[in-house]
Every structure is written in structure tokens, then in C-alpha cells.
């Protein structure tokens, strides 16, 4: 016996969550964002931005496209919180972390410098972001667009 | 049939109870660690060791004695929260190089939990590089189900963006002290670890996990798993050391399994774990994949 309407209304309170959540996302980003910009005197600016990868240095890729006798195609699009210098539009752009939102909105993937990191609820993704800041890969890179804008 | 040119590759994992929550060991127990790393390397030819609960501070002991052997030691010791990842590698260098390493956690409640370390090996005999997931999650102790199946969901997650981001049947090996016994929700479930061999052939996002042969109590002469807890209630063996292969292994895509869900129950290691003035409470556990050569 079918159960449409009870499926139905599944769909629609989950589609709501996720809703909420992505709206909760979207504002830490958005205080991310800020607090950075103002921490750097107004020079950084953050984004998410999709961002492509041929994948041709990974080791794991190469073996695999080799097993396939496959070597088109083996790119990939992801997404990527992007820092780029706000007062000289001619300064490249430096990707900061790949960043992964759910179906559901959480959990909310951070990957960077050999660490992935899923973040399940808003005080974990505030955590992440902030250990994403202290990381020193990152604090070189903010440093650089920082230095490029004297 | 394996003969003596066979291009094989020997894997193991041993929690070594040295540095549980980084703690230190007595000299005696140390002493006893590496007989039995020697054992795995030389009597059991292991290519490759996973050695859990070693803390920074026996690497340097791991390494002199690897001093002037074709193995290497690589540690992973990353802080995670309140706890860290403390295990390392040792591997035949030879045969076997670490090309890519990647650590796997999850927050919530802003609390982090290890998922795991994901590795990129590749053979002298491949190109087809192997992707090792080593871990060690949470004892019952300490962690409750809802956690323990939040591991085994994340994992799966983990794997799945893996699959679709490079190629559906990869090879993935998953290897570890899971603290979960293989019929548990968490591995079954979750992570989507059978027993049943041939529909992994059928459904390649399942893992063939070996280990659910080595269960049952009647079977039992020395030892009934790979974990010995002195005070357990209703036993006190445990199966909680496992080693899971993905599709591509079973369907002898390049590799096959050669030996599988063995676990290393040699009379000098039962006698380790089973004596009460000792603090060992794990046998190892071995694979060894063939090469296949068309």
C-alpha cells in the first residue's frame, strides 16, 4: 500500500530544514567574511567560488586513469572558499580551503592542507573556521594578499 | 595458485597498546612490542604495518629498529580535540611508498572524533595505486551508539565523494581497531560492510569484510577474536580488529585476495594478551593481496 502523502510531507519538513540550515550556513559565512575584511584593515575578501581541478598531480587519479585507459575527463568542479585582495582587482585570488555544503545543509566539509574535516552543527563549523584561520598555510596566504596591496 | 614469483603484498594492523591516550608503557612491555613487530616482519612477511597506540615518543625506538632494513617507520600523529591520532606506518620501502595522506575527522558539538588517516600506496608491481584507510575509533567506554554510528556515517560519506570525484570502483582498503565487533550497526549499516562476498561483486559501494568468518564461540580453541578484555561480562573476546575491501578487490581487478579476515593467533601473543599482569589486549590482523597479471 502506497504511502504518498505521508512521503510528501517528509519531503517538505526536510526540504525546510535544509532550508534553515543553509540559511544558518550562509550567515556564518557572511560574519566570516566580515570579521576577516575588518581584521585586514579592509583588505580581504572572501567568497565561495567554484573552482576546477584537472587532478593531473594526483597520485590517485593518475593510477586510476591509467587502470581505465582513461586519461580525459578525469577533472573535477568543487567548491572553494576564495581570499582575493579588495583594493587591487589585478592580484590573483587564493583558495583557502575546498568547502562542501550537505544535502541537508550540514554537515559542512572543510578540506585543506591533508585534513578533511566534517562539521555537523554551527558550533563545529565556527570551530573549523576558526582552526582553518590558525592553520599556518592559511596565514601565509592571507599575509601575501595583505602584503600585495603596499 | 601462488608460487614463489608471485607479486604479493603482505598488510597488517596491530593495536600495540603502548601509548593508550599517549601514555607510556613499562620497558618490559616495550621489549615485547617490538618481538612482535620482528614477528609480523620476518616470520609473517608483512609489507606493510599499521601499528596503533604509538605516541611521539617511541618513533625514534620504531626507527632504530628498522636501522639498516629495507622498512621504513612514518608516524601519524596529529592532535584532534582533546585526543590525537597516534599510530604509524612501518613498510617494506622496496616494494611500497606512502604518495598521498589525508586526515579524516568530523565535529559536532564541536567535539572532534578521528575518522580515520587515508593513504595512497603504490607497489613496484602497480600503477594502480591502493587508497588505505587506517583508523581507530572510540571504545565503548567511552562513546555511545548515536557517536559510534556518526563514525561509520561519515566514513561512508568520505568514500562516496572519493567515488564520485575520481572513479566508481576504486581500490579502498579499510583497516583498524574499530571498537565494534563486525556485526555491528555501525559497520553493517553504516559503512556497509557484508559478509556476503558475492553481492559485493553486484553492489560495488558494499565492503567485503572476511572477519564475520572468525566469529562464533564454538569454533573457538585458543583464542575467539583479535581483542581480549579481562573483565568482560558475557565474553571476553571481541572481533574489533578488521580489514575491509572495496569491490574492485573481490572482482580481481588488478589485485586479489590471497589470504583474508586472518588473524595472527600465534601461542606467544595469546599468552601476551591473556596474561593479566600484561597490558596487551590485541592479536594482529593480516591480508595479502596477489597481483594479478594478465
Keep these: ?150 | 595458485m601462488s608460487t614463489a614469483t608471485t607479486q604479493s603484498v603482505t598488510l597488517s594492523w596491530w593495536n600495540s597498546s603502548l601509548s593508550p591516550k599517549g601514555g607510556f608503557r613499562t620497558k618490559a612491555h616495550l621489549e615485547e612490542a617490538k618481538a612482535v613487530i620482528l614477528y609480523l616482519i620476518k616470520s609473517q612477511k608483512v609489507d606493510f604495518l599499521a601499528i596503533g597506540e604509538v605516541s611521539e615518543t617511541y618513533s625514534q625506538v620504531i626507527e632504530d629498529l628498522l636501522f639498516e632494513s629495507n622498512y621504513e617507520y612514518e608516524p601519524c600523529l596529529y592532535p584532534s580535540g582533546k585526543s590525537k591520532f597516534n599510530h604509524g606506518y612501518i613498510y617494506n620501502s622496496e616494494k611500497i611508498s606512502i604518495v598521498d595522506r589525508e586526515i579524516l575527522k568530523f565535529k559536532e558539538n564541536n567535539r572532534s572524533y578521528r575518522l580515520g588517516h587515508a593513504i595512497t600506496l603504490r607497489t613496484i608491481y602497480s600503477e594502480v595505486p591502493v587508497l588505505l584507510i587506517v583508523s581507530h575509533w572510540p571504545s565503548n567506554l567511552y562513546e555511545n551508539k548515536v557517536i559510534k554510528n556518526k563514525h561509520g556515517i561519515n566514513l561512508k560519506r568520505y568514500i562516496d565523494d572519493l567515488r564520485s570525484n575520481y572513479f566508481e570502483e576504486s581500490h579502498i582498503i579499510l583497516m583498524g581497531d574499530y571498537n565494534l565487533d563486525p556485526f555491528e550497526e555501525c559497520l553493517t549499516d553504516y559503512l556497509l560492510a557484508t559478509r556476503d562476498r558475492s553481492l559485493v561483486i553486484k553492489k560495488p559501494e558494499l565492503f567485503y569484510n572476511p572477519y564475520w568468518r572468525s566469529l562464533g564461540l564454538s569454533e573457538c580453541s585458543q583464542f575467539c577474536g583479535s581483542y581480549y578484555y579481562k573483565s568482560g561480562n558475557n565474553t571476553r573476546w571481541h572481533l574489533f580488529d578488521q580489514i575491509m575491501f572495496s569491490a574492485p578487490f573481490i572482482k580481481e581487478y588488478e589485485w586479489r585476495l590471497l589470504e583474508e579476515g586472518k588473524i595472527i593467533g600465534h601461542q606467544f601473543l595469546v599468552e601476551m594478551i591473556t596474561d593479566h599482569k600484561k597490558k596487551f589486549d590485541h592479536l594482529p590482523v593480516i591480508a595479502k593481496l596477489e597481483k594479478i597479471n594478465v
Design chain 1, 1 to 150: 500500500m502506497s504511502n504518498f502523502k505521508d512521503a510528501f510531507q517528509s519531503g517538505i519538513k526536510e526540504a525546510k530544514i535544509a532550508q534553515s540550515n543553509i540559511k544558518e550556513i550562509t550567515s556564518i559565512f557572511d560574519d566570516f567574511n566580515i570579521d576577516i575584511h575588518d581584521a585586514s584593515n579592509k583588505v580581504i575578501d572572501l567568497e565561495i567560488r567554484q573552482q576546477y581541478d584537472s587532478q593531473q598531480d594526483s597520485p590517485f587519479n593518475r593510477g586510476i586513469a591509467s587502470l581505465v585507459r582513461d586519461f580525459t575527463n578525469i577533472g573535477r568542479y568543487y567548491e572553494a572558499i576564495m581570499a582575493s585582495n579588495s583594493i587591487k582587482d589585478n592580484v590573483e585570488p587564493i583558495e583557502l580551503c575546498e568547502w562542501k555544503i550537505g544535502v541537508k545543509g550540514y554537515p559542512v566539509k572543510l578540506s585543506y592542507e591533508g585534513l578533511s574535516e566534517s562539521c555537523e552543527d554551527k558550533v563545529s563549523l565556527i570551530s573549523a573556521l576558526e582552526d582553518l584561520l590558525r592553520h599556518p598555510a592559511t596565514g601565509r596566504k592571507l599575509n601575501s594578499l595583505i602584503e600585495k596591496s603596499n
